[in-house]
């Protein structure tokens, strides 16, 4: 997978403040990007995965922490759904 080099320019006083590296810093904000272009659907839960850096069964949680929900049908697909099965 070929690979692009972002530059991403942030005030220093932020990773004072925040007392966060700048890997640290790095790590977050490709976590947050996955998780919000995967709740937008601009991502699949795989390539999602991918660019956060995690497994899939971490990203899963990761989620999950978020309360984002891996499982995109609205409620009357779930009706429909449990209707027809039970």
């Known amino acids: 997978m070929e690979l692009v080099k972002l530059d991403v320019r942030v005030p220093k006083e932020i990773f004072q403040t925040t ?14 990007t996955a998780m919000e272009l995967y709740k937008e659907n601009k991502l699949s839960f795989g390539k999602a995965a991918k660019l ?9 949680n990761f989620l999950g922490q ?8 609205t409620d009357e697909e779930i009706e429909e759904e449990l209707l027809t099965k039970w």
Do not use: Q, T, V
């Open 52 to 60: 956060s850096g995690m497994c899939h069964n971490d990203f899963l």
């Open 66 to 73: 978020h309360k984002i929900s891996i499982f995109n049908y």
């Open 19 to 32: 007392r966060i590296s700048k890997k640290e810093f790095g790590d977050e904000l490709k976590r947050n």
